[in-house]
């Protein structure tokens, strides 16, 4: 019989996840493991972890890990990646986190072109503490601090990270993918593994914006949170690369 | 040993490569511009890294960053943006990351006077950032000082896994003074420390769950967090027994005994040689490390004899005068001799506070 898919090792066995039922998180992580342990450079692989729903990977993953403060994971992969430029070095956010209390360490790290690798999980809401609005809440959208939903007027338009670092000359490599069906699942890792092969190339920043879902906070079940992707959030959220630097004609 | 002339910033900046400091992140603010202008022209000649940050915020997160990567990194700000700068000191103390970082203090509270002061001393010594981490904070009162203790700086950092402020002011930071500087560490010895720190730095570790680097400015679970705070404690409690630092200057017989910190405690000195000339036997109690306060101290005052301490500082409400009375324990009277707002103190107020205690007016 041949083994044609196994386990990452990156993620411990031995542990429980802690993602609520139909979170994408856990769809995220594995997919980077893999990548990682494809590309042979578990040995180099650090992850900047932001503050959210997204720090409760670091308790299961097998690579070396370092908390930043909430927003400021591209300053401390700054920090990270110009001392030792050796090393593979993501970070991995939240919308709150990266678009919001962050947003000047994300877009001024892009603006650099630090040879680093974002991962952005757009799940439209603040997971962690419990629903609150996001810059990427949709229009319409329920949150907590928002109970009539997201109005335009009071609170302005769901933010497109992908297409505002786009406006930026730096940037190498910006793509928005999704994880809601099994072809989106698979685009995704190729995303991410063009994106931390960019790193190893030493091209400059990459950027891999996922649209994933939060059922609990978006008070729905696993399944309507994949239809309410598909319809409401790639509605918003186009998927595709949105700047490939090495398709450019030189 | 050959003597320079030197601003304090780049000589702090200077002192900072030479003890193998190889990241630096600033964001401009006077009266401390001369440190990361410094920077960016020393770091490239060392192989060393300079980045100005889009904020206090970013580059001081870049320094937890580099520090978390075993790199012997630091940072400086000047008072409103020290404040930007406690969010990741606080990270740095939690997760026990080393790093070095400098207030040249300017007036305050709010964007204050960009001229020198010294009014955020309770925030350096007391809460650099929350969560109630403590640190040792190095107060210079010359050029030189502020060199060496700047050198030294990075030893107890690394020592200690811990952040270490030096508290200058604007004063110690735009003044010019002939220096000695202390030799280059190495390449090699550079390059040891890094190695040293690789077993828990950030870098990439070969698949083995226990042993990769997880830096964690805070735990899920409770008993986790009370032990780290338990484990830092033991460290801040060893500072007060080993790590000290003080000028004691005539204190034995002193009838009247000063105490002042920095560039304060510079002019008191002075003040001290005057008005022992002029028939009065005072005396200086200079912290040289604030965090430690150097308590003991001021059980070496002769009690009897001492008719008042007179605490002098740039700051107006006074903060360090706090200090200096519980380490005086109400043996004596304390009084105070303060300005603010960016003025600097004079020797005369020294003076005529003495005066005033030596004939029983306060
Ligand atoms: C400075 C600071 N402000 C606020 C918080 C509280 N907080 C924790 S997680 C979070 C939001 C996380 O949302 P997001 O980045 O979208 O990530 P998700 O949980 O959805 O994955 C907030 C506001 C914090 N930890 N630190």
């Known amino acids: 019989m041949n083994l044609i898919y196994t386990r990452t090792k990156t993620i411990q066995e031995d542990k429980v996840s802690g993602f609520c039922p139909g979170c994408m998180h856990s769809t995220v992580i594995k997919l980077i493991g893999e990548v990682i342990e494809e590309l042979n450079v578990v040995d180099k692989t650090c992850c900047i972890t932001g503050i959210g729903c997204c720090g409760l990977h670091m308790d299961y993953i097998a690579y070396d890990t370092i908390t930043a403060p909430h927003g400021r994971a591209c300053a401390v992969a700054t920090g990270i990646k110009r001392t030792n430029p050796e090393s593979l070095v993501f970070t991995y956010q939240g919308d709150g986190d990266l678009a919001a209390i962050g947003l000047a360490e994300t877009l001024s790290a892009a603006n650099r072109g630090e040879n680093f690798t974002v991962i952005f999980v757009n799940n439209g809401i603040y997971g962690m503490t419990g629903g609150q609005m996001a810059p990427t809440t949709l229009i319409g959208m329920k949150a907590s601090t928002a109970p009539a939903g997201r109005n335009a007027k009071e609170h302005g338009y769901p933010m497109h990270m992908c297409e505002l670092m786009n406006v930026l000359t730096a940037p190498y490599y910006l793509v928005r993918t999704s994880c809601n069906t099994p072809a989106n699942v698979t685009r995704t890792k190729n995303a991410i593994k063009q994106a931390f092969k960019n790193q190893l190339e030493g091209k400059g920043f990459s950027m891999v914006e996922i649209v994933t879902s939060c059922p609990t906070n978006w008070g729905m079940d696993a399944l309507s949170a994949l239809d309410f992707i598909q319809d409401k959030m790639l509605a918003e959220f186009p998927l595709g690369v949105i700047r490939d630097k090495s398709k450019e004609a030189d | ?362």
């Open chain 2, 1 to 362: 040993m050959t003597r320079i002339f030197m601003k304090g910033c780049e000589a702090i900046a200077e002192a900072a490569v030479r003890a193998g400091c190889r990241f630096f992140a600033g964001y401009p603010i006077t009266p401390q511009n001369e440190i990361p202008e410094y920077f960016a022209r020393r770091m490239p000649e060392v192989g060393g890294v300079f980045i100005q940050g889009e904020s206090e915020i970013a580059s001081v997160n870049m320094v937890y960053g580099a520090a978390s990567s075993g790199t012997r990194a630091m940072t400086s700000s000047s008072s409103c943006g020290i404040s930007l700068k406690s969010e990741g000191i606080s990270y740095a103390a939690s997760a026990r990351i080393p790093m070095v970082y400098c207030n040249v203090q300017r007036g305050g509270p709010g964007v204050g006077a960009i001229q020198p002061a010294q009014q955020d001393y309770f925030q350096a010594t007391k809460a650099g950032g929350n969560g109630g981490f403590r640190m040792m904070v190095f107060a210079p009162s010359t050029v030189q000082e502020a060199i060496d203790l700047t050198y030294g700086a990075f030893d107890y950092a690394d020592r200690d896994r811990n952040p270490v402020l030096i508290l200058a002011d604007g004063v110690i930071g735009t003044m010019m003074e002939p220096v000695s500087l202390p030799e280059m560490k190495p390449e090699s010895e550079i390059e040891a420390i890094k190695q040293s720190k690789l077993k828990w730095a950030c870098v990439g570790h070969e698949l083995d769950y226990p042993n990769r680097s997880w830096i964690e400015p805070g735990h899920w679970n409770t008993a986790d967090m009370q032990k780290a705070n338990e484990e830092a404690l033991k460290v801040y409690e060893a500072w007060e027994v080993n790590d000290v630092k003080v000028e004691e200057y005539m204190i034995d017989d002193a009838e009247v005994v000063l105490s002042a910190y920095g560039i304060s405690g510079r002019i008191a000195a002075a003040a001290v040689d005057k008005l022992r000339a002029a028939g009065i036997k005072a005396g200086l109690i200079r912290p040289i490390t604030v965090s430690p306060f150097p308590y003991s101290s001021y059980d070496k005052i002769d009690y009897k004899k001492c008719k008042g301490i007179l605490s002098i500082e740039m700051s107006i409400p006074a903060q360090f005068a706090e200090d200096v009375k519980s380490a005086v324990k109400e043996r004596c009277l304390v009084s105070t001799c303060l300005c603010s707002g960016g003025n600097i103190m004079s020797e005369q107020a020294v003076i005529d506070g003495v005066k005033k205690i030596m004939e029983g007016r306060v």
